[in-house]
T-cell receptor, first 114, second 109 residues
């Protein structure tokens, strides 16, 4: 594969709608990370998977955010009842090891909540 | 809590001039520090990490635990160095990187 693939690239949602963001990591990468990047800020950690196990979800900002990676490959980040403050770029990254291994990022999904 | 500070939002230098992108961190333990870079219309990618002690694209960075800094340096800037640079900290607790807010480097002729 060419790299980490994220879809959609852009998503516009009305406030209150649910959205699902997809991440297809590099084949064989055990670790998968989700980050949120607000305008003018650096990426902020949301959650971490090792294979199918979600080992750290300490960065998820509220219970409206949910992530899964059921077969240890593709991951989905779901945001329920979107709010304007959820507008950001959502980045997915994968790696062979933990976060101190080189992270391979996708192009991100830009979510705009109107 | 750990924090990474990049004090400059924008750094503009002339081609051939030296570059220093500042990064300071707050963490009392033994950190691992990284520089990630995002070129225009490309994805975020690893530039270098302090444990490798290597020079990538002419850039070097030395971890200074006394000053809690990890500044990125290059003696002669090139136009292709223009990009967004993020400093990142790994503390080993919870598997995450803590990123700074980034510095945009603009190299002009």
């Amino acid at each position: 594969g060419a790299g980490v693939s994220q879809s959609p690239r852009y998503k516009v949602a009305k406030r209150g709608q649910d959205v699902a963001l997809r991440c297809d990591p590099i084949s064989g990468h055990v670790s998968l990370f989700w980050y949120q990047q607000a305008l003018g800020q650096g990426p902020e950690f949301l959650t971490y998977f090792q294979n199918e196990a979600q080992l750290d979800k300490s960065g998820l900002p509220s219970d409206r955010f949910f992530a899964e990676r059921p077969e240890g490959s593709v991951s989905t980040l779901k945001i329920q009842r979107t709010q304007q403050e959820d507008s950001a770029v959502y980045l997915c990254a994968s790696s062979l090891g933990t976060a101190n291994s080189p992270l391979h990022f996708g192009n991100g999904t830009r979510l705009t909540v109107t | 809590a750990q924090r990474v500070t990049q004090p400059e939002k924008l750094l503009s230098v002339f081609k051939g001039a030296p570059v220093e992108l500042k990064c300071n961190y707050s963490y009392s333990g033994s950190p691992e520090l990284f520089w990630y870079v995002q070129y225009s219309r490309q994805r975020l990618q690893l530039l270098l990490r302090h444990i490798s002690r290597e020079s990538i694209k002419g850039f070097t960075a030395d971890l200074n635990k006394g000053e809690t800094s990890f500044h990125l340096k290059k003696p002669f800037a090139q136009e292709e160095d223009s990009a967004m640079y993020y400093c990142a900290l790994y503390t080993g607790t919870a598997s995450k990187l803590t990123f700074g807010t980034g510095t945009r480097l603009q190299v002009t002729l």
